[in-house]
């Protein structure tokens, strides 16, 4: 469970004090030249941070920024024990020691070092308004027999510069595609983007309940033949 509190304060920017969880993937992952070591920050708390190993100390850089939060990163040489030496605005303080899972998550090498890029392919640009229409015979109203009885929302289609509406949530489309996201390909290598992280277009399955179709799923899948 603590995990998954720091899980979600990384990605969400909730409140948090310096910590860190070396039982958290996110913040304790192996690499071909050694171990990533990461730590959570508020916004100009950390002046700065290093590892500490074997009598050794190894610099940390802030690698993230967002919502009033840091995050600091180090590479450990070693598997063993550890602490986190700050220098903050309250003065000097260590933290840990730390001890390292004995089988540590793996993380790609190449992830680490380039920059990544969330798209939610509906919004993000429509390269073929031709196949618009198709996201709406894939709307989840279509497979939802109690909306259709009752005469629920119907999905409809929005310019790219209409506002998000009430339906934005998940009814009002913009008919964004893979030809839209491919047409863009330049602007985002411009950007430095060298990972992709798509919002899920393909069907889920959740225990005990129908499969899930997130926003366009059909639609892209129609579109990318
Ligand atoms: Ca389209």
Redesign the pocket.
Known sequence: MKRFHLALALFLGLALAQTHDPLDPAQFSALPEGYSVRLLAGAEEVREAALLQGGRAFPMARQLAFSGKEVWRGLLPELGPYEIRLKTKAGEKRLGPYRPPAHPFRALAWVGVRGGYQVFPDRFQ???????ALALSDDEYNFNQVWQEKGGPRPYLARPQDPPGPMHCCHQYY???L??LEERLPYLKELGVGLLYLNPFSGQVYEGQAEVKPLGFLYLKK?SR
Do not use: K, Q, V
Request: charged letters at 25%.
């Open positions: 429509n390269g073929d308004p031709g196949n618009d008919g964004g595609d030809a839209g579109a």
